[in-house]
């Protein structure tokens, strides 16, 4: 399995959005912090589900959180026309 625990800060307040079948998904990214020579990691997380409503007002900028759940790799074309890759969490834990 591709399982990851993280701990780090939300680099903005979480977003909640609905699916097409009425499934609320809130949206959010986590800084995982390297060390003081090292550039953060973020990372995309998506909680799913009746938690990601109940927990998006608490998921504000700033806020220290550690996330556990599977990593999944996107790809994308921006606006500009560049192929863009990343890496998302659908997060199964936070706390």
């Known amino acids: 399995m591709n399982n990851i625990t993280i701990a780090g800060n ?3 307040d979480a977003e909640v959005k609905f699916l097409q079948n009425g499934d609320p998904v809130a949206s959010f990214s986590v800084a995982d912090s390297q ?10 997380c ?10 998006a007002p608490y998921l504000t900028k700033g806020q220290q959180v550690t996330v556990s759940g599977t990593v999944s790799e996107r ?4 606006k500009q026309g ?14």
């Open 82 to 95: 560049v192929q863009r890759k990343s890496m998302d969490i659908r997060v199964a834990d936070v706390a």
């Open 10 to 12: 939300l680099g903005k």
């Open 46 to 55: 998506s909680l799913f589900g009746k938690r990601a409503e109940s927990l």
């Open 75 to 78: 790809e994308w074309t921006d």
């Open 35 to 44: 060390g003081r020579d090292k550039p953060s990691i973020w990372w995309n």
